[in-house]
């Protein structure tokens, strides 16, 4: 069963911030939420992850709401090299070696 | 420069015959992972090694063996019994503590005539 939710595809202007969705109704308290990226036939990219607090690194900004039934990333100026397909992904704690992949969010940033 | 890296980076085979598929890191990291991708679809996870001398079958080990001699290495054997073994195999690794943010390879993609 997925756990997340994610837009098939999303494009976003060059310079300006992108904004991914992404519902996890179903999540429960001790599941994280994580994000990757996967450019274009390369292995993919741990981007952030969270529990319920906001968090910011230098890659992207991960929101989640209060109830976190869902969250938001956000990469705060795209460019061409951000373009690849964006993966939500909830897991549990420290026992749970695996990472389910979705379809994710295939994003195209635009010039 | 650590990381991690897979040979070869394009791979052919005749139906019928075993391969191997190399990952090597240098990270020091304890847990590695083989995953097996689609085009078009996610990954999904064939096995993992949490530690040396010790592995568990992912979602689709059917077809697939490994070993785990040692710590830096883990590689992958795609069996004669694999029906579609035709795809782009990924390979990763994280520190213990910190399985959620694994390291990947840059893949290896295996082509079956």
């Known amino acids: 069963d997925a756990k997340t939710t994610q837009p098939t595809s999303m494009d976003c202007a060059e310079g300006r911030a992108a904004n991914l969705p992404c519902n996890h109704s179903?999540?429960?308290?001790?599941?994280?939420v994580y994000w990757y990226r996967q450019i274009h036939s390369q292995g993919p990219q741990y981007i952030i992850h969270?529990?319920?607090n906001n968090e910011t690194n230098e890659m992207a900004s991960l929101i989640i709401t209060e109830d976190r039934k869902s969250s938001t990333l956000i990469l705060p100026h795209a460019t061409l090299r951000d373009t690849a397909v964006y993966y939500c992904?909830?897991?549990?704690?420290?026992?749970?070696?695996?990472?389910?992949f979705g379809a994710g969010t295939t994003v195209t940033v635009r010039a | 420069d650590g990381g991690i890296t897979q040979s070869p980076k394009y791979l052919f085979r005749k139906e019928g015959q075993n391969v191997t598929l190399s990952c090597e890191q240098n990270?020091?990291?304890?847990?590695m992972y083989w995953y097996r991708q689609d085009p078009g679809q996610g990954l999904r996870l064939i096995y993992y090694?949490?530690?040396?001398?010790?592995?568990q079958k992912g979602d689709i080990a059917e077809g697939y063996s490994v070993s785990r001699e040692k710590k830096e290495s883990f590689p992958l054997t795609v069996t004669s019994a694999q029906k579609n073994p035709t795809a782009f195999y990924l390979c990763?690794?994280?520190?213990?503590?910190?399985?959620?943010?694994?390291?990947f390879g840059p893949g290896t993609r295996l082509t079956v005539l």
């Open positions: 990763a690794s994280s520190p213990s503590g910190t399985v959620g943010e694994q390291f």
């Open positions: 090694s949490q530690i040396v001398n010790d592995f």
């Open positions: 969270g529990l319920k």
């Open positions: 990270l020091n990291h304890d847990a």
């Open positions: 992904i909830v897991r549990e704690g420290p026992n749970d070696y695996k990472l389910s």
């Open positions: 179903t999540i429960s308290g001790n599941e994280y």
